[in-house]
Each structure stands twice: as structure tokens, then as C-alpha cells.
């Protein structure tokens, strides 16, 4: 806990395992929860290096507004998910593809 | 005692996140999530970002997490008991993945970010974000306000029945 590797190796396994369930799952809601996952690695890091390295605290400044700007993008995209549905009745991202044909 | 606290929530972030990414149960991943969050709350906590730690609880697990869990009920029949979910090419998004995260490690874990300086000990951090907020970063305080207020009004267009 006195070391800044572990909070980085942490945040890079975070970070990978949203990836992993952005890239793979077809649902656009669990695809969301994956973009929350990477949110929340970058916010440790930052919190991280905050304390371990720059010791002020702009990197909780940078963390504050990556927490509104993930509350204002949940908003945002459930709206679109819900149009999604009334549209399709289903949120699978990979048949959402009417703009191809 | 604390160090042990330390590995525990650390390991509870890792395999609900894991659960998050791997789940076949739309729901079960959400209350993953919830672990996930709280998880991230209490490494708040050892970081000593007290503000970071309330916030963190306050809008992820009180606004987005009941967010989530509307937009899972709003989009599947809830007669249907199992809300199940599937993934596409999972071998090809695992070899991507493994090397995106080797890429990160090596290139983190060998640099000597800290050198020979001691960590940090913030007491009360909520003191200096306030300040920060209203004198340094006070044009992006101002611009995060407008940004929320469209997004309140973009979600509330969006989602009327009748565009």
C-alpha cells in the first residue's frame, strides 16, 4: 500500500479487463459498464500519482471532473440505448447497423 | 492490519471487475460493478482522497449504478428471469487486450517515477479542491456546469417518446 506500483498494477488490470468488455460484449449497457471500468483505472492512477509523485492536488481536480463528465456520459447514453430498443426492441450494437446498408 | 485491508479490497477490485468482464448475467455483472466501485472508494481512501472517496460513492454507486440497472430493466422483458448477455470473438479481444496490458506494464512498472521523495500524507483535501476549483480551474468549473446542463437537456430530448 506504500508503493505506487501496486495502484499502477491495479489500474492497468482495470483498465484491461473494461477494454476486454468493450471490445467483446454485444450489449450496449454491459459495453457501458466496461467505459466505466476504464474511467475508474484513469482516476486511480491519477489520485496515484498525485500523492506519490507531484504531492499538490490537481490530479483529484482532474479526477472530480472525470467523475461528471462519466455521471453526464451514463445520462447521455442510456437515452440512446433507450431509443435504441423502442426502435429495434433489441440494444445489440452489432446489428445496430442500419447505416451500412 | 492495513496493509491486509489494502489486499483485500484490491483483490475484491480485480475479481468483480473480472466478474464485470466475463459475467453471462447482465445483472450479476452490475452488482459486480457495485463491488468495483466501493473497491475504488476504499483505495480512495489510502490515497487519502477523502472528497475523491464520499464522491466516488455518491455519484457512481448512487447516480450511474442506478443508471445501469433502469437501462437493464428498461430493455429486457423482466418475465424472462435470466437476463442473459453474450460475446463476440472473445479469443481475438483476449490476444488484443493481454497486449495492450503487457504494453502498459512495461512501459510503467520499470520507470522510477518516485525516486527518493516520501509519499504524500494529505489530511484535508477538501480545503485545497475547493480552493483549486474556484481560482486555477475556474474555466473548467464553468464549462463542466454548461456541459451538465446539456447533458440534462440532451437525455431529457432523447429520451421523450416522440422525437
Request: glycine share 6%.
Given at each position: ?9 491495479l489500474?492497468?488490470i ?8 468493450v ?27 498525485s500523492?506519490f509523485?507531484?504531492?499538490n ?17 451514463a445520462a ?17 450494437v452489432?446489428?445496430?447497423n442500419?447505416?451500412?446498408? | 492490519m ?28 452490475v ?28 455519484v457512481?454507486v ?5 443508471l ?8 429486457n422483458q423482466i418475465?424472462?428471469?435470466r ?15 493481454l ?15 518516485v ?7 494529505f ?5 485545497g ?9 475556474l474555466i473548467?468549473f ?22
Amino acid at each position: 500500500m506504500d508503493h505506487l506500483s501496486s495502484y499502477l498494477v491495479l489500474s492497468a488490470i482495470l483498465f484491461s479487463l473494461g477494454l476486454y468488455t468493450v471490445v467483446t460484449r454485444r450489449n450496449a449497457v454491459a459495453i457501458l459498464m466496461g467505459v466505466e471500468l476504464i474511467l475508474n483505472a484513469a482516476n486511480i492512477n491519477f489520485v496515484a500519482f498525485s500523492k506519490f509523485v507531484t504531492h499538490n492536488l490537481d490530479g483529484h481536480l482532474m479526477s472530480v471532473f472525470i467523475i461528471m463528465l462519466a455521471a453526464a456520459e451514463a445520462a447521455v447514453a442510456l437515452a440512446i440505448v433507450l431509443n435504441l430498443y423502442n426502435d429495434r426492441g433489441h440494444i445489440n450494437v452489432d446489428e445496430a447497423n442500419a447505416l451500412k446498408q | 492490519m492495513a496493509d491486509f485491508i489494502f489486499w483485500v479490497i484490491w483483490a475484491l477490485i480485480v475479481a468483480s471487475a473480472a466478474l464485470v468482464a466475463f459475467g453471462n448475467n447482465l445483472i450479476h455483472s452490475v452488482f459486480a460493478l457495485m463491488g468495483t466501485f466501493l473497491g475504488v472508494a476504499g483505495i480512495y481512501i489510502f490515497l487519502n482522497a477523502d472528497f475523491l472517496a464520499v464522491t466516488q460513492i455518491v455519484v457512481y454507486v448512487g447516480g450511474i449504478l442506478v443508471l445501469l440497472v433502469f437501462g437493464i430493466m428498461l430493455t429486457n422483458q423482466i418475465s424472462t428471469a435470466r437476463i442473459s448477455q453474450s460475446s463476440v470473438q472473445k479469443v481475438l479481444g483476449l490476444v488484443v487486450v493481454l497486449g495492450v496490458a503487457a504494453i502498459i506494464l512495461t512501459a510503467v512498472l520499470p520507470h522510477d517515477w518516485v525516486g527518493s521523495t516520501l509519499p504524500m500524507e494529505f489530511t484535508d483535501t477538501v480545503t485545497g479542491i475547493g480552493n483549486l476549483l474556484f481560482t486555477d480551474y475556474l474555466i473548467l468549473f464553468e464549462i463542466a456546469s454548461v456541459l451538465l446542463l446539456g447533458a440534462l437537456i440532451g437525455a431529457a430530448t432523447l429520451a421523450r417518446k416522440e422525437l
